[in-house]
């Protein structure tokens, strides 16, 4: 499915979207029947480190099955991919149901942990107690990233789409009464009509909407880059969110940007600033 397709709006308001999975805090895909479950659980016994228990890995009979499991397989990733390229995810919670087997899921950018199966019929508490403890769950609890908030205010999001729109003719060189579609066409690659957020990274705030680019990968580094305005100075700046390897002697990469411009080197862009960035909420609830 393609979620951009549907990007059609009702007024300057992020809620007007038809389909919009920037508001989705928890998904649950249903599948008719158990045979239709994406994940096969291990046997019992001591065994397990070497199990492969995706359904790509294994041997089916029927090979429409093994066609519709793997295509389920596929869907759900799909769903948490969308969702974390439409909001800013430390990780993202999901059930899977197949007749009356259910499994608990959460989405993370180095893998998927998933619950075994359970029969929510037979004992429906374990997925009334998930359900009831998600709904309670603080914001970071859930999976939301604490460093990027949503800008309520409709005069800031007036402000980010005229800085975008004032950079958009400056680069461009349009004229806004005789280029004005493909003006608002370009603005557009920056902006989701009415949903602006505000990133806290280590020096200012930036606010930031549509990525001009975005890794298609749901785990790994997930590269994205933005056209960011700063808060402050109303200056727009390009942002880059990557989620970077974890070791103490990886070089940053706005280190090496800063050495090859004191260096001399050319087309090398200025840092406004760079850094990590800590979401203290998983550390100090």
Known sequence: MNFHKREERFGDDAFSYVAYMGLVHLFIEVKKGADQDIFTDPPEGPELHDYKFTVDTCMWDDSENLRNRTSALGQNAHYAHTIQTHQFRTCVFSLSISGSKARILRWERSGVLVTEAFDYKADSQIL????????????????????????????????????????????????????????????????????????????????????????????????????????????????????????????????????????????????????DVINRGLIFP
């Open 128 to 275: 009334v107690d998930f359900v009831w403890r998600f709904v309670q769950a603080k914001d970071y609890q859930q999976g939301f990233d604490l460093t990027a908030a949503t800008v309520d205010s409709k005069e800031d999001r007036d402000l980010f789409r005229e800085a975008i729109s004032s950079h958009v003719q400056l680069q461009l060189g349009l004229d806004p009464e005789t280029d004005e579609k493909e003006l608002l066409e370009e603005i557009d690659k920056h902006c989701y009509p009415g949903a602006i957020t505000r990133l806290k990274i280590g020096g200012p705030n930036v606010w930031v909407s549509r990525p001009l680019w975005q890794s298609h990968a749901i785990f790994g580094r997930c590269t994205a880059g933005y056209r960011g305005v700063l808060c402050d100075t109303r200056e727009v700046v390009f942002v880059k969110d990557v989620w970077r390897t974890n070791g103490r002697e990886v070089e940053l990469e706005g280190d090496i940007l800063k050495d090859l411009r004191e260096k001399g080197v050319g087309h090398i862009p200025v840092v406004v600033c760079h850094g």
